[in-house]
């Protein structure tokens, strides 16, 4: 039996769904119990500095959330709120000194940022220990090589909701659609490293869905609301969806959609919901990562 077919769904209709808050606050417990047991052996508190430029609604929340989540696992939060027209100076001097602060542990710079901050230089200067989104080049080059460094929050977020329905990954085809640096091309190495074998599809992909139909996993990460059909997933198969798209329905009502049509997706073998699936294990996996940078600081592993 593959893994993608060792489901027990009790309506046939209905895939089993992933329900990524729960796998999230079980995450999560466990992050508080390390950070605590960190705390008391070592009066280190693990530190998360939180840097939003802008006034981006979407972000706000993001942040919101992010600064709610990491109290709630007994962990500190630093929030700066820097204005949309500073200057790329001023937010380079900023990390600078939170690279050289001792007591913060995590720096997140809430994506996207204004037009006259180039990301690229950002990113590069967080100190690649204390890079929690796994974002810096450093860390890319060791999640592509396969050395344990800080890995981006959503795809580890992927691989943890993925580990609770596929048992061995060994020879699974496994289809990624969208290739950005933050969820496509990383999770697609971490699928390599389970040795599945490994499909990166994006917007000039010719014959998608001919593609999605040979996968065993398919992680949408498109941005596109309801990309995947119905048809395009093969009987059994296990999708996740990173996508998330802001819609106002006809009577006005505001509602998050994914890349899939997952009402069409009953006859697959698991799919994570939107909202409700990968969101909110992208933020269990920021305090996790947070929590591990802390901890390799105090020289705990
Ligand atoms: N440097 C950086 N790192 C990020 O990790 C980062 C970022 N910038 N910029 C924006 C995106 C987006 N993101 C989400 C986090 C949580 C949910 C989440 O919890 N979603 C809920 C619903 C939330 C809602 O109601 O809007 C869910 O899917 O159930 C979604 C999206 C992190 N991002």
């Known amino acids: 039996m593959t893994a993608a077919q060792s489901f027990s769904a009790t309506d046939p209709r209905v895939a089993r769904t992933i329900d990524g808050r729960a796998l999230a ?15 008391a052996r070592t009066g280190v508190l693990p530190t998360l ?27 500190r939060s630093i929030e700066h709120r820097l204005d949309a027209s500073i200057a790329e100076g ?3 001097a900023l990390i600078a000194s939170l690279n050289a602060d001792p007591a ?17 230089r950002v990113l590069d200067a967080i100190d690649p220990a204390k890079d ?20 981006p929050c959503t795809p580890l977020g992927c691989m943890r909701l993925l580990d609770t329905v596929v048992e061995d990954y060994r020879g699974l085809n496994a289809v990624v659609i969208g290739k950005s640096n933050i969820v496509g091309k990383p999770v697609a190495m971490l699928l390599l490293e389970r040795e599945c074998t490994v499909t990166v599809t994006h917007i000039a992909t010719k014959g998608l869905a001919r593609i999605v139909r040979t996968a065993d996993i398919v992680v949408a990460a498109a941005g596109s609301p309801r990309l995947v059909r119905g048809d395009w997933v093969k009987p059994g198969a296990i999708v996740i969806d990173v996508g998330i ?12 959609v994914g890349d899939c049509a997952f009402d069409e ?11 409700g699936g990968v969101g909110p294990m992208t933020i269990a996996c920021l305090l996790a990562n947070t929590v591990q940078a802390a901890r390799r600081a105090a020289a705990l592993g």
């Open 49 to 75: 500095a939180v840097v939003l430029v802008g006034e981006d609604p979407a972000s706000q929340v993001y942040v919101r959330r992010k600064v709610k989540e990491t109290k709630a696992a007994g962990m």
């Open 90 to 92: 001023e937010l380079l």
């Open 104 to 120: 913060v542990h995590g720096i997140l710079v809430q994506l996207p940022l204004p037009r006259q901050i180039d990301a690229t």
């Open 25 to 39: 606050r079980t995450i999560g417990v466990e992050t508080a119990r390390q950070a605590a047991e960190l705390h």
């Open 132 to 151: 929690v989104d796994g974002f810096h080049p450093v860390n890319v080059g060791r999640l592509s090589t396969g050395i344990g460094g800080l890995v």
């Open 265 to 275: 997706l009953g006859h697959a073998g698991a799919v994570t919901p939107v909202p």
């Open 245 to 256: 798209t802001r819609v106002t329905d006809e009577d006005g009502k505001e509602r998050l």
